[in-house]
């Protein structure tokens, strides 16, 4: 489904990823995880046409997608739940779902996309009317995860799901996101939190200064000497 060869990507004329190569197969959880500051993000942002790699391609089922902007890569079902979340905290749940929508204006196709969400997240629709900034870490995550599917995409890009959320919510964000996953949605996302990412992925690449120097199942790559030895202590 997704296919990233060779790519490099820079900030002004600054090398940040280095020769990247790494595909999702359609159906798949596929994990990118390594820690602060090894271009996780910037990866995603590659992939969703805010990066504009400087060598190497994306494809994205079939099509060379390298050089489309940001906001046609949506339309092709692509969609990015950025790092941090971006939500609008004075806008209530249900206005910042509804932002992501905005390639649609058929009211019933919203409402039938919305009620998918509130269908995954069912505290969602019980605080709609809430301003999003008096919502948990854990609920403003799913009005996150719930804006990415409000576009209906293909492909979900999560950066850094488990961010900024209470360690007991952690394992059910990752349970929402075998569900949606289970529900159509081939999924690629990026985590700090290694351990947890490697449990709840397919497949896995490890990203070390902007290149990968691991990649295979989450069970294999979890239990390697490099993951228990330079992410767990172990
Ligand atoms: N907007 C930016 N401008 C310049 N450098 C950046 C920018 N964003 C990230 N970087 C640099 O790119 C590298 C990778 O960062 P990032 O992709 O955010 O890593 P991660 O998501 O793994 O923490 C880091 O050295 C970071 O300082
Ligand atoms: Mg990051």
């Given at each position: 489904m997704l296919n990233v060869e060779k790519i490099q990507l820079k900030y002004g004329n600054i090398?940040?990823?280095?020769?990247v190569t790494f595909r999702v197969e359609k159906g798949e959880i596929v994990a990118l995880v390594g820690g602060n500051g090894n271009g996780k993000s910037s990866i995603l942002r590659g992939v969703a046409g805010l990066l504009t790699p400087s060598l190497g391609t994306v494809s994205f089922e079939g099509r060379d997608?390298?050089?489309?902007q940001a906001f046609d890569i949506v339309s092709l079902g692509i969609s990015l739940v950025p790092e941090g979340r971006r939500?609008?905290?004075?806008?209530s749940v249900y206005k910042n779902l509804r932002?992501?929508?905005?390639?649609?204006?058929d009211g019933k196709e919203i409402e039938k996309r919305m009620d998918y969400v509130y269908s995954i997240f069912p505290t969602l629709k019980e605080r709609?009317?809430?301003?999003?900034?008096?919502?948990?870490g854990g609920e403003q995550q799913m009005v996150a995860i719930g804006r990415g599917l409000m576009s209906q995409p293909k492909l979900l890009l999560l950066d850094?799901?488990?961010?900024?959320?209470?360690p007991k919510l952690v394992d059910k964000i990752f349970e929402v996101i075998r569900e949606i996953r289970n529900n159509g949605v081939t999924i690629l996302l990026v985590e700090q939190d290694v351990q947890e990412a490697l449990e709840a992925c397919d497949r896995a690449y490890v990203i070390q200064t902007g290149r990968v120097v691991m990649e295979g199942t989450g069970r294999d790559v979890l239990n390697s000497e490099l993951i228990q030895k330079a992410f767990l202590g172990l």
């Open positions: 090398p940040v990823i280095h020769d997608i390298t050089k489309t939500l609008f905290p004075s806008l932002l992501g929508a905005y390639l649609t204006d709609k009317d809430q301003r999003a900034s008096t919502l948990s850094e799901p488990s961010w900024g959320i209470a």
